[in-house]
């Protein structure tokens, strides 16, 4: 799934700015598959709020796409939930301060 939607969001990311990279780095399903938690890496990481925001917009669109890939593997297709992935920030940060 993480890879589909890598994919999606590549194609996502040109559709709706240039210099605009969108990753997945992470995706946690419930045990019962009806709800991801997909975590995205936006970069620039100012735009972050703004893409995020379009993105929740598109839920439905992307959630289709998503269905038409894993049509063969998932039963249902689970609810998507996104999050900003900060992990890149926060290690900056932490070298940023071990610098000083």
């Known amino acids: 799934m993480q890879k589909d939607l890598g994919d999606i969001f590549i194609r996502y990311a040109k ?3 240039n210099n605009l990279l969108i990753s997945v780095s992470e995706v946690r399903i419930s045990p019962d598959l009806s709800i991801a938690h997909i975590y995205l890496s936006i ?3 100012q735009r972050a709020e703004e893409i995020l925001n379009k993105v929740e917009e598109d839920t439905r669109t992307i959630r289709g796409e998503l269905g ?3 049509h063969n593997q998932l039963r249902i297709i689970p609810e ?3 999050h900003i992935d900060s992990t890149l920030d926060r290690l900056d940060a932490i070298d940023q301060l071990l610098g000083k």
């Open 43 to 45: 970069f620039p990481s």
């Open 80 to 82: 998507l939930n996104f």
């Open 68 to 70: 038409n890939l894993e």
């Open 15 to 17: 559709k709706i700015g």
